[in-house]
């Protein structure tokens, strides 16, 4: 199993950027998918998560009306769309697969990170 992530780097506050997640190496469309973050000196935090139909998607109350999740079954990738970024949400963003939950403990498979810096 493999997930990679994509997309992160320096962004000026007030920007945008796209996170991308390619998994491989197990049935992509059989997980909900996630991302959580890692800020400096703070604990792993969830992000956002989406079923495997793109039906049903959670946010944390930080990243919601800013943030989208969603996801492309036929090319095993989903995706994390972040608007108005401020320098709150400069962390390490992991891809995530396994069940549709905030708990970090449900989610079976994890990339390993992608830096994500917004500049205020």
């Known amino acids: 199993v493999q997930l990679v992530e994509s997309g992160g780097g320096l962004v000026q506050a007030g920007g945008s950027l796209r996170l991308s997640c390619v998994g491989s190496?197990?049935?992509?469309?059989?997980?909900?998918m996630g991302w959580f973050r890692q800020a400096p000196d703070k604990a792993r935090e969830f992000v956002a998560a989406i079923g495997w139909n793109s039906v049903t998607k959670l946010y944390a109350d930080p990243v919601k009306g800013r943030f989208n999740i969603s996801r492309d079954n036929a090319e095993n990738t989903v995706y994390l769309h972040m608007n108005n970024l401020t320098a709150e949400d400069t962390a390490v963003y992991y891809c995530?697969?396994?069940?549709?939950?905030?708990?970090?403990?449900?989610?079976?498979?994890w990339g390993q990170g992608t830096q994500v810096t917004v500049s205020s």
């Open positions: 995530t697969g396994g069940s549709l939950s905030r708990n970090s403990e449900h989610h079976s498979f």
């Open positions: 190496g197990y049935n992509f469309v059989a997980y909900s």
